[in-house]
């Protein structure tokens, strides 16, 4: 009984964000600094992406709702603007420079300020300490927001400079995708750096120590709504941070759930659960770190909202995330299968996970005997009123983003903040 109220207080006590303490009451314990930090980015993840996730989630035949690790670990909020000639929507370069550097650029800036001059990156001071570091993502690895770690450059489109300033980044790990923007010379001068270059997913489970460059796909990693098994997020997080762990002065690892924002751009709710599932995951592997190593903070959040996602649309006051278990495969992954078939619908039946009414069908086939393109936002559009779903637009959105924390100095996080705020307390704690 005792016991149980003590636990009681405690769980109180935690609950209570800095903000609402009176100045008398300040906890007499200063934040102690971390030996590692885990930065999570969940590109274009809004705060609807993780309403939407909590009620995608939800077992429908218990009594409550259940919460998930983003409800668990949220401490404030973020705003995203970047610098004033890019005005109020940012893109992901010049957030992930603000989120690297806390400095406020103009969007395509990759790690440059907004006359173009290299800022030095939460990684770069970390390796300067002596730190291991390392970046974990599900697009290529020289995508914008990776590159503003990594790198600087006065666009986010100059892929192949980025992925060349990778060799002397220094970086002890670098795993994603992106085989098509590193050719063989420069595959051979990773190697000759000490680096063993993968591009087989499974050739990871060999790997116990050293420096690694994993390239495990053209470009992107598959959708995980393709893949739901293969965790391959969740994984390298785990891999990286068995490799890190073994550096003595600890490190700072970026881990990004990438195409998040690229499914939100599509405004593909199926897609976008199916990422924002793994990165869950992945976010649950961390706090399992964390556990285990208290001497680690980690800090998650996004760099923008993508597509203004609504959670129940069509003056309608109903979300039906069901649909949504039921789909076996991408909308973009349907069309590409079936687009060249004459029979397709039975096949479509199958993956969409129900039978269409006469004017889907009518619908999906207008739109089928067009294109792949036309076909797949068909499908696209037959989930979205299905789930009575909502978007407003296929960019991103200036709309605050959600700060999660845990572990040493994670107050510093609690409340509103700008995203360049994050990038400054960060690199206060090396
Ligand atoms: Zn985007």
Redesign the pocket.
Known sequence: MLNQTIKGLMAIALLTPLSVLAANETPTETPKTPKNIIYLIG??MGPAYTTAYRYYKDNPNTEEVETTVFDRLLVGMARTAPARVSGYVT??AAAATALSTGVKTYNGAIGVDTDKRPIETLLEKAKKDDKAIGITVTSQVNHATPASFLSHNESRKNYEQIAKDYLDSGADVIMGGGQRYFDKNLLAQFKKKGYQVLENFDKLNDVHSGKVLGLFADVQLPWVIDNPNAHQLSKMTQKSLELLSQHNNGFVLLIEGSII??A??ANDIATTMGEMDEFARTLEVVETYIRKHPDTLMVATA??D?GGLTVGANNKKSWNPGVLHKIKASPMTIAKQLISQKQWKTGFAKLIGFEPKDNEWKALTKAHSQDEQHFAMAIIDLVNKRSNTGWTTD??TAVDVQVFAKGPASQLFVGSQDNTEIADTLSSLL
């Open positions: 590109d274009g893109d992901s924002d690229w939100g751009h760099d923008h993508t960019d991103h």
